[in-house]
């Protein structure tokens, strides 16, 4: 069962790489936000996974400190950081 | 009978990971963007830790496991809510189809 968590957690990585591009090009700033919010989950998912493949208990609760800190992050964009409407807008 | 349930499960939850990243890159607004990035925060994650949880050697174990799953499930209602708030107050208009193509 290891070596399936382990390739399950390479993929999702692989996904937060192409992710990664995504953010780069935007084109607005509530894009990347949600890139970031992308990044909290997968990361969620990945510390949980490593953490049942050998990584012990301890990572379960980093896990949980990572969700909880995407959506704070994501709320405190929503309400204190977005202010201006991007020209660019497809 | 376990182990394909949980090799299962992982594979959905990775699926549904991946087609989260690839509308977050091809979907043409921020709503729609926020209606893929829901499919890798609920479906995603909760395929996973079904299966991890499925596996886990102690009941304790599991249910810390299953207890992300409503956190992250509440925590992604309220975001999105607030950012799609956020974009209609600042005027950010749905995407439509554009005639004639």
Same mark, same amino acid.
């Given at each position: 069962?290891?070596?399936?968590y382990?390739?399950? %957690?390479?993929?999702?990585l =692989?996904?937060?790489? &192409?992710? $990664? @591009?995504a #953010? ?25 996974l490593l953490a049942? %493949?050998?990584g012990?208990? =301890?990572?379960?609760? &980093?896990a $949980? @400190?990572? #969700?909880?800190l995407a ?15 991007e020209?660019h807008?497809? | ?8 499960l ?6 549904f990971?991946f ?6 890159l091809r979907f043409?607004?921020?709503y ?5 990035l829901?499919?890798?925060?609920n ?7 079904l ?17 992300i799953w ?5 925590a992604s209602a ?22 004639g193509r």
């Amino acid at each position: 069962m290891s070596s399936i968590y382990v390739t399950v %957690a390479l993929f999702l990585l =692989a996904n937060l790489v &192409v992710a $990664l @591009v995504a #953010a780069a090009r935007g084109p607005t700033s509530a894009d990347r936000m949600l890139m970031a919010l992308l990044f909290g989950t997968t990361g969620t998912a990945v510390l949980v996974l490593l953490a049942a %493949a050998g990584g012990g208990g =301890a990572l379960v609760d &980093v896990a $949980l @400190v990572i #969700a909880l800190l995407a959506a704070i992050g994501g709320i405190a964009f929503a309400r204190r950081a977005w202010h201006t409407r991007e020209t660019h807008h497809d | 009978m376990t182990d394909a349930l949980g090799t299962g499960l992982l594979i959905v939850g990775a699926f549904f990971f991946f087609a989260g990243t690839v509308g977050l890159l091809r979907f043409p607004d921020v709503y729609s963007r926020l209606h893929a990035l829901a499919k890798a925060d609920n479906l995603g994650l909760g395929c996973v830790l079904l299966a991890l949880a499925i596996d886990a050697d102690t009941l304790e174990a599991a249910l810390k496991l299953l207890l992300i799953w409503p956190l992250v499930l509440a925590a992604s209602a309220c975001v999105s809510f607030a950012i799609a708030r956020r974009a209609d107050t600042l005027g950010i208009a749905p995407w439509e189809k554009k005639d004639g193509r």
